[in-house]
Nanobody, 123 residues
Framework: QVRLVESGGGLVQAGGSLRLSCAAS????????MGWFRQVPGKEREFIAGISWTGASTHADSVKGRFTISRDIAKNTVYLQMSSLKPEDTAVYYC?????????????????WGQGTQVTVSS
């Protein structure tokens, strides 16, 4: 069983930055893959970034160059550094974990989810 707890969301002006954190317990990040997703009301949950058990990472085109996923093995925590934020980045952000070890952009590939953290970007 993997427990995930997100933090770091909030209100920020367009062009600003935020860093989201996802603290994991139950499994070490060196053995599982993690992903960040976001969701706005009425839309499907969208893949943002993923990081594998090796540390290899990928980012969706919509955030490439602005968002960066990373991890701290010692703290067993995954981060999403977000910069140059836009109003359209406003969403609830979720971290997710899968025990296969390799990241995936598919929602159903992740068995473990955090509670979500709200990010609001004002124009």
């Amino acid at each position: 069983q993997v427990r995930l707890v997100e933090s770091g969301g909030g209100l920020v002006q367009a062009g600003g930055s935020l860093r989201l954190s996802c603290a994991a317990s139950g499994r070490t990040l060196s053995s599982i893959a993690m992903g960040w997703f976001r969701q706005v009301p009425g839309k499907e949950r969208e893949f943002i970034a993923g990081i594998s058990w090796t540390g290899a990472s990928t980012h969706a085109d919509s955030v490439k160059g602005r968002f960066t996923i990373s991890r701290d093995i010692a703290k067993n925590t995954v981060y999403l550094q977000m910069s140059s934020l836009k109003p359209e980045d406003t969403a609830v952000y979720y971290c997710a974990g899968r025990t296969s070890g390799w990241y995936s952009s598919r929602l159903n590939d992740y068995a473990y989810w955090g509670q979500g953290t709200q990010v609001t970007v004002s124009s």
